[in-house]
């Protein structure tokens, strides 16, 4: 089945406390993405690859890291949790680019940072 | 920079009764447009899209959308819904270079039996 998944789902930390988020896509996508989610904000880009090896900032990249050493695997990365950051992170995936076409969603990961 | 303006934050319809949502978008170039829907605890999906010709759109669930250059405006259309329509929906842009899509601030709808 062609799916977009990430890890953890949920997870409630501390402050200071790095942290990753994986997502691996399985369509072979060479675009992927990540977003948060914030009420009344809609969905705000924080990173995006065009492909493996080529990352670039979104909208709203600091505190935030990424990589993309293999084409299915796009990791955020908290190296410095602060409150901040609590929201819910979907990353997202599309064969070429985010306008080509539908963007595959992943089912979201809740985040707490105390 | 592009954005997406979705000026109504809740929207409640009775069930059978037609649906309007709205969305007001800023772009230097012709857009690539999108309404996506998010169910409570879920990804989005999408309903449909506009890259070019035909300014009305048809999408899944019964849902249509229409381009209006002259208003900047890709607002979604339902001439009648179901409870299961209850949701979160999001429109958004694209870019040229296919590497950006900014979404909205969302639009929940609530529909009463």
């Known amino acids: 089945e062609a799916q977009v998944t990430q890890n953890p789902r949920y997870l409630i930390t501390v402050t200071g406390k790095k942290l990753t988020v994986t997502c691996s896509q399985n369509m072979n996508h060479e675009y992927m993405s990540w977003y948060r989610q914030d009420p009344g904000l809609g969905l705000r880009q924080i990173y995006y690859s065009m492909n493996v090896e080529v990352t670039d900032k979104g909208d709203v990249p600091e505190g935030y890291k990424v990589s993309r050493k293999e084409k299915r695997n796009f990791p955020l990365i908290l190296e410095s949790p602060s409150p901040n950051q609590t929201s819910l992170y979907f990353c997202a995936s599309q064969l070429h680019g985010a306008s080509s076409g539908e963007l595959f969603f992943g089912e979201g990961s809740r985040l707490t940072v105390l | 920079a592009q954005s997406v303006t979705q000026p109504d934050i809740h929207i409640t319809v009775s069930e059978g009764a037609s649906l309007e949502l709205r969305c007001n978008y800023s772009?230097?170039?012709?857009?690539?447009l999108f309404w996506y829907v998010q169910s409570p605890g879920q990804g989005l999906q999408l309903l449909l899209k506009y890259f070019s010709g035909d300014t009305l759109v048809q999408g899944i669930k019964g849902f249509e959308a229409e381009f209006k250059r002259s208003q900047s405006s890709f607002n979604l259309r339902k001439p009648s819904v179901h409870w299961s329509d209850a949701a979160e929906y999001f429109c958004a842009v694209g870019n040229n270079a296919g590497n950006m899509l900014t979404f909205g601030g969302g639009t929940r709808l609530m529909v009463k039996p």
């Open positions: 772009y230097g170039a012709t857009p690539y």
